[in-house]
């Protein structure tokens, strides 16, 4: 099993509606979770972290399930600006805290 | 202030050439990322510098990749004797903290192409 594991879509969506991303992750010692955005041929960027709690920010939020070993992204209203692909990082203690990366999610927002 | 940057933004080689990459993070960042990222594929980690702690090579491919930083400033990307299947966008990262909580900046990477 890997890592890092995420539907590697793509997910297909027209404008305005709710949509969700899993990711799973194998090593229960992971420790922070986050979520990047890459544009195509662009470098990734930071979407948003995940906490414990759960986060929100503006129309993305993110959630953890630590027993099932999965992160979520929920992106509502979507915005033809979302098209990108997303993906899952995760970084373990011990060592010197790696991150690793899944292989990411595609989103398509159509008009 | 600038963001990371990497140089060149491509090139073009051909097998058995040795290539560098550079990258300069954004100043202060102690912590250093070389990734690797193969067409349609997802980011491969390659080595992590962290201040002045030995670096983490644990994900270099082969013994042809090697890696140098300078304080905490430049590094250097270096794969000798290039093979086809080295082709790919090296994309290096910067962080203010490292660890589990650093946030990563990433440069725009260099497309390397190798014939």
């Known amino acids: 099993r890997k890592e890092v594991e995420q539907d590697p879509g793509p997910f297909n969506v027209p404008e305005g509606a709710t949509v969700a991303f899993n990711c799973t992750y194998s090593?229960?010692?992971?420790?922070?979770f986050f979520w990047y955005r890459q544009d195509c041929r662009k470098e990734p960027k930071l979407l948003m972290s995940?906490?414990?709690s759960g986060n929100e920010d503006g129309r993305f939020t993110a959630q953890l399930n630590r027993a099932s070993q999965y992160i979520s992204l929920l992106i509502r209203d979507s915005k033809l600006s979302d098209s990108a692909t997303y993906l899952c990082?995760?970084?373990?203690?011990?060592?010197?805290?790696?991150?690793?990366f899944g292989r990411g999610t595609s989103l398509i927002v159509h008009p | 202030g600038a963001g990371v940057s990497q140089s060149p933004s491509n090139k073009v080689t051909e097998k058995g050439k040795d290539v560098e990459l550079r990258c300069d993070p954004i100043?202060?960042?102690?912590?250093l990322y070389w990734y690797r990222q193969r067409l349609g594929q997802g980011l491969e980690f390659l080595i992590y510098?962290?201040?002045?702690?030995?670096?983490?090579k644990s994900g270099l491919p082969s013994d042809r990749f090697s890696a140098e930083r300078t304080g905490e400033s430049v590094s250097t990307l270096t794969i000798q004797r290039t093979q086809q299947e080295d082709s790919a966008v090296y994309l290096c990262?910067?962080?203010?903290?490292?660890?589990?909580?650093?946030?990563?900046?990433f440069g725009p990477g260099t497309r390397l192409t190798v014939l």
């Open positions: 990262a910067s962080s203010a903290a490292g660890g589990l909580r650093g946030e990563q900046f």
């Open positions: 090593n229960s010692a992971s420790q922070s």
């Open positions: 995940v906490y414990s």
């Open positions: 990082v995760v970084t373990k203690s011990g060592g010197s805290y790696i991150p690793t």
């Open positions: 100043s202060g960042h102690t912590a």
């Open positions: 510098f962290q201040g002045n702690s030995a670096p983490d």
